[in-house]
């Protein structure tokens, strides 16, 4: 019966979330439309598109290596959620590694796809909290959020996100840590101007983890120690 | 402008998709938990699992705020808050919208040079820009999963032991933060120049605080069998590398 029960909520996860996914880009490409009717100016498409070439299409790029690299982290409730709601890096991603480690589960799993969705709900559902409150206080927050005092503690916002995760990840893998840590701080240090597409240098330090981990794997059965 | 960019319509526009989203999300959260119990989960650790997400958010959920708050002396409030709530990212939208503030003619983000038109299309170049993971998804998340599941199973059944993936997930992961810390070692050595040591030192003294402080939580959590904690323990490791940048 669960493993009726549990196709089934594979299957409905996958519908919901193609016409959720539908609905969220139509609402969103709609409503400067929308808005441009009620200010009384609509959008300028000849300037739309010459500025889409200029800056869209290296997101455009990013965002299917996000697609093709998060969403096997992600599993399908919580990669449609995630891309609905983005701040992936920042956020969702270490957002559900951490749900994943607490739990202990494996990807590809059912129990972690649960445990995935789950924490990208429950994570998503905080920030609309958070921006909403935090909208509706705007005035007496402002001058407390924006004050200089403050200003270091959330400048370092990422920072302190990824040392604390460094921490948890490391600790189980220091072999594996090790070369990538290494390589990556000593090519910022060679070319510091790619300190500015950290996002993009992603893509090749995951790599080398990634062909490191497979060697270690082949090895022993297993990426720890 | 900047009054008619704050108008209730807006809000009202903005709060609706938001909304629509927050319901899209409680959906998703429901249906997991239900099928968490089915799957004879433990319905502790379904919960613990809510809470440590939602820790966690709260602090970089801030950080998001205050980006709402650096885009609404230009944008209005509505605008920047539906973006950063839904689909958007912290470090893209402030770029995009600069981009397509000067392809509109507008110069630099400001809410002096603002006009309709100018506002309508920087918004519909911020909606058009980042939505290729919606896109992308609606059309392969589902045959990208199973090709990948089929291929994990295919390969436990031959061999007789675990799967690459999840190590090769981590793997990533940990490339991940190791490009981070990187930059961050990167930015003090020669952030200033090629091997001045003058760069910016904060981000990376935040990150070892934050980084002994999750160590101090983990012993608590592990060897004292506090399992409660670790709930908090990257939100608190968060706060004190946090705290730590005001005193540097």
């Not at chain 1, 129990?111 to 958070?130: D, H, K, P, Q, R």
């Not at chain 2, 230009?74 to 689909?87: A, C, D, Y």
């Not at chain 2, 990212?89 to 770029?95: D, K, S, V």
Request: glycine share 10%.
């Amino acid at each position: 019966m669960n493993n009726e029960y549990l196709e089934k909520y594979n299957r409905g996860t996958h519908i919901i979330g193609r016409i959720v996914s539908a609905i969220a880009l139509f609402l969103l490409v709609g409503a400067p439309f929308l808005i441009g009717k009620i200010i009384g100016g609509m959008p300028n498409l000849s300037a739309v598109a010459k500025g889409f070439i200029s800056v869209g299409l290296i997101w455009t790029i990013s965002s299917v290596v996000e697609f093709l690299v998060y969403t096997p982290m992600l599993g399908a409730g919580g990669g449609y959620l995630a891309f609905i709601t983005g701040n992936l890096i920042n956020m969702k991603i270490p957002c559900a590694m951490n749900a994943k480690e607490m739990a202990g589960t494996k990807s590809g799993t059912t129990e972690n796809e649960i445990i995935s969705t789950l924490s990208i709900a429950a994570s998503s559902l905080t920030t609309i909290v958070v921006l909403a409150l935090g909208v509706l206080l705007l005035t007496p927050l402002q001058p407390v959020l924006q004050s200089e005092t403050l200003q270091p503690a959330f400048a370092n916002v990422v920072p302190a996100l990824f040392g604390a995760m460094a921490y948890q990840y490391f600790r189980k893998n220091l072999k594996l840590a090790v070369v990538p840590l290494v390589i990556m701080s000593i090519l910022f240090i060679l070319v510091p101007t790619l300190i500015s597409q950290t996002s993009i240098m992603i893509l090749p330090s995951g790599a080398i983890t990634i062909v490191l981990a497979y060697l270690i794997f082949k090895k022993k059965g297993s990426i720890e120690g | 402008m900047i009054e008619t960019l704050n108008s209730p319509a807006l809000f009202v526009i903005c709060g609706g998709i938001i909304g629509f989203v927050a319901i899209v999300c409680l959906i998703f959260l429901i249906r997991a938990y239900k099928a968490g119990i089915a799957a004879g989960m433990d319905k502790a650790m379904l919960k613990r699992t809510i809470t440590s997400s939602v820790t966690f958010t709260i602090l970089p959920s801030v950080g998001i705020l205050l980006g709402v708050i650096a885009l609404s002396g230009s944008l209005g409030t509505p605008w920047p808050w539906l973006r950063l709530s839904v689909i958007g990212a912290l470090h893209y939208e402030t770029q995009v919208a600069q981009a397509a503030a000067e392809q509109v003619g507008v110069g630099s983000l400001s809410a002096a040079n603002m006009t309709p038109v100018g506002f309508a299309t920087i918004a519909l170049l911020m909606s058009i820009c980042i939505p290729w993971g919606m896109i992308l998804s609606f059309f392969f998340n589902k045959s990208y999963l199973k090709k990948l599941q089929g291929k994990n199973k295919e390969e436990e059944n031959k061999e007789k032991k675990p799967n690459f993936g999840d190590s090769a997930m981590i793997a990533m992961f940990m490339g991940l933060v190791s490009a981070y810390i990187g930059s961050y070692i990167g930015g003090f050595v020669s952030g200033e120049g090629a091997f001045t040591f003058k760069g910016d030192l904060t981000p990376l003294i935040v990150s070892v605080v934050s980084a002994i402080v999750m160590a101090i939580f983990t012993y608590f959590a592990e060897k004292k069998h506090m399992v409660w904690l670790e709930s908090f323990s990257i939100a608190g490791s968060m706060l004190v590398g946090m705290l730590a940048a005001i005193f540097i």
